[in-house]
């Protein structure tokens, strides 16, 4: 089982930037994939970015392209979601998740939330002047 520790989250202005921290333990982040996702009061949970170690495949969600990035520090053992021009429709609780899927996974699975079978407990980030 791997743990997943979120951090970097809080109270943006429109426009402005975060990033988002996830700290994994009990399996290097080099041979995990790992997604993002997030969910607020009103919706279901929905895929934000997903990065797969076998090809580095990435996988972002419409709404987010060309605003975030996904990438990983195998050092720190750790993924981070950069957050770039941000939107008052971002605010969400932000999730990351591993699979620990040995082989490799389209980037259609990589959007999928039942890929992954390892949560983190979430980081709030609120988006608003």
């Known amino acids: 089982q791997v743990q997943l520790v979120e951090s970097g989250g809080g109270l943006v202005q429109p426009g402005g930037s975060l990033r988002l921290s996830c700290v994994a333990s009990?399996?290097?982040?080099?041979?995990?994939?790992m997604g993002w996702f997030r969910q607020d009061e009103e919706k279901e949970r929905e895929f934000v970015a997903g990065?797969?170690?076998?090809?580095?495949?990435?996988n972002y969600a419409d709404s987010v392209k060309g605003r975030f990035t996904i990438s990983r520090d195998n050092a720190k053992n750790t993924v981070y979601l950069q957050m770039n021009s941000l939107k008052p429709e971002d605010t969400a609780v932000y999730y990351c998740?591993?699979?620990?899927?040995?082989?490799?996974?389209?980037?259609?699975?990589?959007?999928?939330?039942?890929?992954?079978?390892?949560w983190g407990q979430g980081t709030q980030v609120t988006v608003s002047s």
């Open positions: 990065s797969s170690w076998t090809d580095g495949t990435t």
């Open positions: 009990g399996r290097t982040v080099s041979r995990l994939h």
């Open positions: 998740a591993a699979s620990d899927f040995l082989g490799s996974v389209t980037t259609q699975r990589l959007g999928v939330s039942d890929t992954y079978n390892d």
